[in-house]
């Protein structure tokens, strides 16, 4: 039977209705054929696809101060010094990007500089230090030298039989401010091996160092072994005596000494952690006062330590204001801690430290002499 022709039309008329509707849709969809294609690296994830993973690209800060971490270790020290980069990278440096120089008196191999430098997308230098800031000088009498480190030892003195430890000791009271990597710096955050930063850090210790007019940096204060420094407070006694302008009428000297500088009170900084301007070690009143040191042979003859040479310096030709007290920096040197004791500071700093342990009010800690300053 013929299908009228009034037929054919209708239905040829809803075909071409149809065709163009599914055009128009398909143009403006807000779902295309191409979503449903394998995504390529760049593509982003699909609707509620898994979260991506954060990535490492390095964000830093439009300001930054002229500052770097300083790390003083040998390629045996590697474990403890991807510890302690991990660490502050972690707590600080990753929203930062600080650069890292890392100091050897031997040449760094390459499992050293491998291992390390994929801690941090910071720049990383690795420089080796001079025969003549490392060793002792000419002047020193070994056989003098050598025979004093044998009673040290014998009476069980922390490191009294170390050349070694003397030779750091020496190296880091005035030496490690001169090298080559660390010229172009002004300011520097000492970091050993096997150290633990146990508090995020919100704000930028350099910059707090620079626009507030600070010198000298620490978290932990203790006493020295007075057996180590039998006549390091005569030496600077006699130093200052010859060089009266060189100590700062608004001076910290009440907390090395109880009464007016005639003896030495053995409060120092630890100085495994401080934060400081290198301009004051580079100045001329350190300079003389180390090498006035330096002659006099403590560091090989007994056992002088950075730590007090540091603090007697800091003490006696800056300021007191120059010196802060980095309270809300969680930090770990084994065996002691410092850890946040207000609460409000440990809970913004998502500690990870017990303020209970902490050693800042221990029996061997002297900040409660630098809180009564």
């Known amino acids: ?101 890392f100091l050897n008196e031997e040449a760094f191999d390459d499992e050293f500089k491998r291992r390390v430098s994929v801690l941090s997308s910071a ?53 490690f401010f001169r090298h080559p990597l660390l010229q172009k710096y002004r300011y520097y955050w000492r970091v050993e091996p096997w150290v633990h930063f146990h508090c995020d850090i919100s704000s930028d210790p350099f910059l707090f160092m620079q626009n507030n007019n600070k010198s000298y940096g620490f978290t932990i204060s203790m006493y020295e072994f007075q057996s180590t420094i039998v006549t390091l407070w005569d030496t600077v006694k006699e130093f200052a005596r010859a060089n009266p302008k060189t100590i700062h009428p608004d001076n910290a000297l009440a907390f ?18 401080e934060i400081a301007d290198m301009d004051f070690w580079r100045g001329e009143t350190y300079m003389s006062f180390f090498e006035f040191l330096d002659r006099a042979g403590g560091f090989y003859y007994e056992r002088w330590g950075d730590a007090p040479v540091h603090s007697i310096a800091a003490s006696l030709f800056l300021p007191r204001s120059s010196i802060h007290f980095f309270e809300e920096i969680g930090y770990e040197h ?23 342990n902490s050693f800042d009010y221990d029996g061997y800690s002297c900040l409660r002499r630098w809180d009564s300053l």
């Open 256 to 273: 090395v000494s109880d009464d007016g500088g005639s003896n030495f009170n053995m409060c120092h900084f630890w100085s495994n952690f």
């Open 123 to 175: 720049q990383m230098e690795f420089g080796l230090i001079p025969h003549d800031h490392w060793y002792a000088p000419s002047w020193i009498d070994e056989q003098k030298a050598a025979a004093a480190r044998q009673k040290m030892e014998e009476d069980q003195v922390i490191y009294g039989g170390s050349l070694s430890y003397r030779n750091m000791c020496r190296f880091n009271s005035g030496f």
């Open 1 to 101: 039977m013929a299908i009228p022709i009034r037929n054919v039309l209708i239905v040829l008329v809803l075909l071409a209705v149809l065709f163009v509707t599914f055009s128009i849709h398909n143009n403006n969809t807000l779902i295309s054929p191409k979503s449903f294609a394998t995504p390529s690296v760049d593509s982003p994830p699909l609707p509620d696809s898994t979260p991506e993973i954060p990535h490492t690209t390095l964000h830093v800060p439009p300001e930054r101060a002229n500052a770097t971490f300083a790390i003083l270790c040998r390629n045996s020290d590697i474990d403890g010094v991807i510890q302690s980069v991990r660490s502050i990278e972690d707590r600080f440096n990753r929203n930062h990007g600080y650069p890292y120089v």
């Open 334 to 356: 084994p065996p002691y801690t410092h850890c946040p004791v207000d609460k409000q500071r440990w809970l913004d700093g998502r500690c990870s430290c017990n303020p209970e």
